[in-house]
């Protein structure tokens, strides 16, 4: 095995947020599916850019919020994504640095734009994502890092990045280096329309070589094509050695060779923003399992981890994870 370097390492589509309030009735007139993710091209971006109200622009995409987030909580991280070379690619760079993750993969000279997501968030909380993949997309087997994969306990793959052969290729290569190297490797599912497009793809692609799975729950049930939830739990376990279903409020269901273990959802006073709410359930499961806790802490720290996100705007801790999992008694160690 290579020398430990990193906990994890993140593979993904490097994008900068856009976050901006709006009603149900701005989702209407600009044709937005609410609770969804939709992609977009260039013009229709800049068009919903000059439509929505002021915005925070943040450095984002999922698997490098959760970067972010195993950085806040202490632990050591790398992540492999494409921007141009850009402004909006600069400000990506510099901000991922800045959260303590080491981001090294080189710009595209000769392309599209640095991707940017708009996200709209209605008073209820929900978020509704229209994406602009630009640069992001442009990604493959030659963008990833064979000695910080092999140098990382876990590397986890993110499925907005799948839409494209060259990135379908690129997760073989790294899960097939991670376990050369005697690692593990993980995916987010990301999105429900990402499972309808990639179906069989993600079924092989979990099969052949996911140690430890991400969904929400509808994204399971989309991806095992069951009639419930039950249904798709059986499925999973027969495919996968370590799972976790995020249920929202419910909390998150864990499935480790074939046993099922229940985390609740942590209380917050108010639900302000569920952008990132999986993105940073992940950083703290994987987070406490590179670290050496259990099943249920790891689960734990990732109910921690989420309830931070939701409780204000935006997709990164506003606080140290760290400190307040200490408030809950748990010690992420080295």
């Known amino acids: 095995m290579s020398q430990t370097v990193y906990d994890v390492i993140g593979v993904g589509n490097a994008i900068v947020d856009v976050i901006a309030s709006c009603d149900d009735a701005f989702l209407k007139a600009q044709k937005i599916e609410k609770g969804a993710m939709t992609l977009i091209d260039e013009t229709r971006a800049s068009e919903l850019y000059g439509a929505m109200a002021p ?28 921007v141009a070379g850009d402004e909006l690619g600069g400000i990506f ?8 993750v080491d981001y090294t993969t080189a710009p595209l000279t000769d392309g599209p734009l ?55 290729e690129a997760f073989v290569k790294a899960a097939e280096i991670a376990k050369a190297a005697n690692r593990l490797t ?29 969904a929400n729950e509808a994204e ?18 027969a495919e996968t050695r370590i799972a976790a279903i995020t249920r929202s409020e419910k909390g998150a269901v864990l499935i480790d060779r074939g046993e099922t273990l229940s985390i609740p959802a942590e209380p917050v006073s108010k639900v302000i923003d569920t952008t990132g709410a999986g993105d940073l359930f992940a950083a703290g499961m994987l987070t406490g399992l590179a670290r050496g806790h ?14 931070e996100i939701i409780s204000h705007i935006g997709a990164r801790p506003n606080v140290s994870l760290k400190l307040l999992a200490e408030t809950y008694g748990i010690e992420i160690g080295d």
């Open 93 to 100: 760079r510099h901000d991922l640095n800045a959260a303590g």
């Open 55 to 82: 915005g925070k622009e943040v450095s984002g995409g999922s698997a490098a919020n959760t970067l972010a987030g195993i950085a806040s909580f202490g632990a050591r991280g790398a992540y492999i994504g494409k």
């Open 114 to 168: 640095t991707a940017r997501c708009l996200i709209n968030v209605t008073p209820d909380a929900q978020r509704s994502m229209s994406t602009f993949l630009g640069a992001s997309v442009f990604f493959s087997g030659d963008d990833i890092d064979a000695d910080k994969i092999a140098s990382a306990r876990i590397t986890y793959l993110e499925g907005y990045l799948f839409d494209r052969d060259e990135a379908k």
């Open 220 to 237: 399971l049930v989309s991806l095992y094509e069951a009639d419930g939830f039950d249904e798709a739990l059986d499925a999973v376990k």
């Open 186 to 214: 993980s995916l987010t599912l990301s999105d429900s329309f990402c499972v309808d497009r990639h179906r069989a793809a993600f079924r092989q692609l979990v099969r052949n070589h996911i140690d430890i799975l991400f």
């Open 294 to 307: 259990d099943l249920e802490t790891s689960g734990r720290l990732g109910a921690i981890a989420a309830a």
